[in-house]
């Protein structure tokens, strides 16, 4: 797999600027009761490493839908001096349904970058877990559908080249159908946050993170392996993880003690990384 190979100093200097980020996140959650866990390779990194994966160039926190919700409402509503939410509330090209918060002033743009008309800083992911049914039937309906969902947002903007050819004539054919329809990212996230409210029950024994677009489906949770939280270390800081994070990495990654081979350490392919006024 390609990837991007940074020098080391770069590197820490990059996770850095994520962990200020994810300080001030943390921040706002605690002063308005929201909760968040560490997630991914964020949480992997904070169990297996107490801090970043050393190869790993980003961050990732989740949370329940409904704080989420509250959350993104919270950081609108205060206007942030350095920080900014990139969420489909604030950019109508905005194709994804986590949300990022972003360092102003700062550039970590992969390749589609030209074809939003939205910049993407230095940021850490937001994602977020909804409930899924308890019928196995209409459970199986929704993943689904969220997941049909998931990849029309992202061909309704952009276009990706580096794809097997199938998949890329596929793609390419379902981007200008849409757009030739007139059908925008604002219009289908609307209809998928409607269609996920029908299933919103606190008695829900799964939830799901409808943004995993690497599997056939999106990743599956018992939802009891949320239910609680303790704190680990993260770096120089104390984070949220949830007490039952042995299950959810292995169902994550397997043996997640075990480092993987050298060339399968692997992260973001950045095309322009600019830290701003944070140059070291």
């Known amino acids: 797999m390609k990837y991007t190979k940074y020098d080391d100093k770069t590197l820490r200097h990059l996770q850095n600027l994520e962990l200020m980020i994810l300080k001030e996140f943390i921040n706002i959650c605690e002063e308005n009761n929201l909760t968040y866990y560490m997630y991914a390779g964020s949480l992997l990194g904070t169990i297996r490493h107490q801090g970043f994966i050393p190869w790993d160039d980003d961050l990732d926190v989740i949370m329940f839908r409904d704080d989420f919700e509250k959350f993104k409402e919270i950081f609108i509503a205060n206007n942030h001096d350095k920080i900014k939410l990139l969420s489909i509330e604030t950019e109508k090209d905005y194709f994804h349904l986590l949300a990022k918060l972003m360092l102003k002033d700062t550039l970590f743009e992969e390749k589609w970058v030209n074809q939003v008309d939205f910049n ?161």
Not at 140 to 164: E, G, H, T, V
Not at 223 to 242: C, M, Q, T
């Open 120 to 280: 993407i800083g230095i940021n850490i992911d937001v994602f977020v877990l909804d409930d899924l049914s308890n019928n196995e039937f209409k459970r199986n309906y929704q993943l689904k559908k969220a997941f049909l969902y998931n990849k029309l947002l992202i061909m309704s903007k952009i276009r990706l080249d580096d794809l097997p050819f199938l998949t890329k004539l596929i793609t390419h054919s379902g981007y200008y159908i849409l757009n030739l329809l007139g059908i925008k990212p604002k219009w289908l996230n609307k209809r998928c946050l409607n269609f996920l409210k029908n299933f919103q029950d606190e008695n829900a024994e799964f939830v799901f993170d409808i943004s995993a677009t690497a599997e056939e489906y999106p990743q599956i949770f018992n939802k009891n392996e949320f239910k609680k939280v303790e704190k680990a270390k993260f770096e120089d800081i104390e984070v949220n993880v949830p007490v039952n994070y042995d299950e959810i990495l292995k169902s994550l990654y397997g043996d997640y003690m075990q480092l993987p081979p050298e060339e399968d350490r692997y992260n973001h392919i950045t095309e322009n990384l600019d830290f701003g006024p944070y140059k070291f």
